[in-house]
């Protein structure tokens, strides 16, 4: 085979990959055996046909702010977040509801996250939802035990590795933000680009393009100066332990008119599509860090302080 047919080759695989993960939801992948939120297949079986899902380091986990450990992260950066027109595609692949762009759409234009003590910069795959059947539920990470009504995760790669289906094979392959969403009274806009339109994607396998612009910097909180950072996993099988996670402290907000249109799509079983978030896994001794705008203040005066004291020491 010549190089440029076995780079053609190359190639060619990536795409199918990417494809197939954006196809399914990258935390929807992980084999052929048929997984559910309820019943015989619910998260406590997983671990029978995805022996990951029993690892030391799966997500999602319940925060504990007063135990969380203060680090001096930079701020984080987005970059082409505000940017973003009617390019987006929504697509119910059976356990949850999918924001991907064209395969096609500008590098220069793809949404990017980095800085915030992340390694590397890394590129936006897709954005999908996790709610409950009622407002108390639904969220995936808790906080002290405690679950919002639903829960936004910002899936990105790994840029060093080229590709989604490339990254998804290494420790470091993905960063996801998670966005947590409380009940409000007022409808937000920022939703309405996609509440508007659930109504074409009720069915598994069903998909459609967004109708208005979304903005996907509208969809995080207006502050990002506090999240939680740790080490973890998919929230789905496979379970692989490939994920940064960066949760948000603050939350954004819904009206449960908004988060109704959420819970009359129907999953794979033809059921109506609920509850989809995994229960939160054992910490394991894992580390939890905390950034905040007071983290690099207090660093700053300790650093300060420490020489004054030594002094006075003497």
């Given at each position: 085979?010549?190089?440029?047919?076995?780079?053609?080759?190359?190639?060619?695989?990536?795409?199918?990959?990417?494809?197939?993960?954006?196809?399914?939801?990258?935390?929807?992948?992980?084999?052929?055996?048929?997984?559910?939120?309820?019943?015989?297949?619910?998260?406590?079986?997983?671990?029978?046909?995805?022996?990951?899902?029993?690892?030391?380091?799966?997500?999602?986990?319940?925060?504990?702010?007063?135990?969380?450990?203060?680090?001096?992260?930079?701020?984080?950066?987005?970059?082409?977040?505000?940017?973003?027109?009617?390019?987006?595609?929504?697509?119910?692949?059976?356990?949850?509801?999918?924001?991907?762009?064209?395969?096609?759409?500008?590098?220069?234009?793809?949404?990017?996250?980095?800085?915030?003590?992340?390694?590397?910069?890394?590129?936006?795959?897709?954005?999908?939802?996790?709610?409950?059947?009622?407002?108390?539920?639904?969220?995936?990470?808790?906080?002290?035990n405690k679950h919002y009504a639903a829960e936004l995760h910002f899936v990105h790669f790994n840029k060093k590795y080229g590709s989604l289906g490339n990254a998804t094979s290494h420790p470091d392959g993905l960063a996801v933000l998670g966005v947590f969403v409380e009940t409000s009274k007022e409808d937000n806009p920022a939703f309405d680009p996609i509440t508007s339109v659930l109504d074409h994607v009720v069915h598994e396998g069903h998909e459609w393009e967004l109708n208005e612009t979304l903005s996907l910097r509208d969809l995080l909180p207006e502050s990002l100066s506090k999240?939680?950072?740790?080490?973890?996993?998919?929230?789905?099988?496979?379970?692989?332990?490939?994920?940064?996670?960066?949760?948000?402290?603050?939350?954004?907000?819904?009206?449960?008119?908004?988060?109704?249109?959420?819970?009359?799509?129907?999953?794979?079983?033809?059921?109506?599509?609920?509850?989809?978030?995994?229960?939160?896994?054992?910490?394991?001794?894992?580390?939890?860090?905390?950034?905040?705008?007071?983290?690099?203040?207090?660093?700053?005066?300790?650093?300060?302080?420490?020489?004054?004291?030594?002094?006075?020491?003497?």
């Open positions: 085979m010549s190089s440029r047919h076995s780079t053609m080759l190359k190639e060619a695989v990536g795409v199918f990959s990417i494809l197939i993960l954006m196809a399914t939801g990258i935390l929807a992948s992980g084999g052929s055996h048929h997984w559910a939120y309820s019943g015989e297949d619910d998260p406590s079986h997983w671990y029978n046909f995805y022996d990951l899902c029993s690892g030391n380091k799966q997500s999602p986990i319940d925060i504990v702010p007063s135990t969380a450990k203060p680090q001096n992260f930079l701020p984080i950066h987005l970059g082409n977040y505000d940017t973003i027109g009617k390019s987006f595609t929504l697509i119910n692949n059976g356990h949850t509801v999918l924001l991907s762009l064209p395969k096609n759409y500008a590098d220069y234009r793809m949404p990017f996250v980095r800085d915030g003590g992340l390694t590397n910069q890394f590129i936006f795959a897709q954005l999908h939802f996790h709610w409950g059947a009622e407002g108390d539920r639904g969220s995936e990470h808790t906080v002290n999240f939680y950072r740790y080490m973890g996993s998919l929230t789905t099988p496979g379970c692989q332990e490939i994920v940064v996670w960066t949760v948000f402290a603050d939350p954004i907000t819904a009206s449960e008119s908004q988060l109704a249109e959420f819970r009359q799509l129907l999953g794979e079983d033809g059921e109506i599509l609920v509850n989809n978030y995994r229960p939160a896994q054992p910490l394991m001794g894992r580390t939890v860090h905390v950034r905040s705008s007071s983290t690099k203040m207090i660093a700053s005066l300790v650093a300060f302080l420490l020489p004054i004291v030594a002094v006075l020491a003497l």
